[in-house]
């Protein structure tokens, strides 16, 4: 199973961008998948997932949309509202033993992708 993420880049905070997700070998039509970010001397964190519904952290409600479409095997991240404190390395991981409580636990996950790097700056 591999998971490709792809789609950051520079942005000036306000601005939107949006993260793709891209699986190969395996589907996940059943399980979950999540976006998780880390910057520089910070720990990993958890951002939004999607399993029948999309799941937030609560800096990112209400500015990012996580979304998936099963026929192209790829979840989306939509980023509105981008701040500078947005700005990390965005991975994707897939899991399919994941439940409700597990969601925002990194260690839950099986697959992981490689990251991509948004940076918001002016």
């Known amino acids: 199973v591999q998971l490709q993420a792809f789609g950051g880049g520079l942005v000036r905070p306000g601005d939107s961008l949006r993260l793709s997700c891209a699986a190969s070998?395996?589907?996940?039509?059943?399980?979950?998948v999540g976006w998780f970010r880390q910057s520089p001397g910070k720990e990993r964190e958890f951002v939004a997932a999607f399993r029948w519904r999309g799941y937030y952290a609560d800096s990112v409600k209400g500015r990012f949309t996580i979304s998936r479409d099963n026929a192209k095997n790829t979840v989306y991240l939509q980023m509105n509202s981008l701040k500078p404190e947005d700005t990390a390395v965005y991975y994707c991981?897939?899991?399919?033993?994941?439940?409700?409580?597990?969601?925002?636990?990194?260690?839950?996950?099986?697959?992981w992708g490689q990251g991509t790097l948004v940076t918001v700056s002016s």
């Open positions: 991981a897939a899991g399919n033993r994941i439940i409700m409580s597990t969601m925002a636990t990194g260690t839950a996950y099986d697959y």
């Open positions: 070998g395996e589907t996940f039509r059943n399980g979950a």
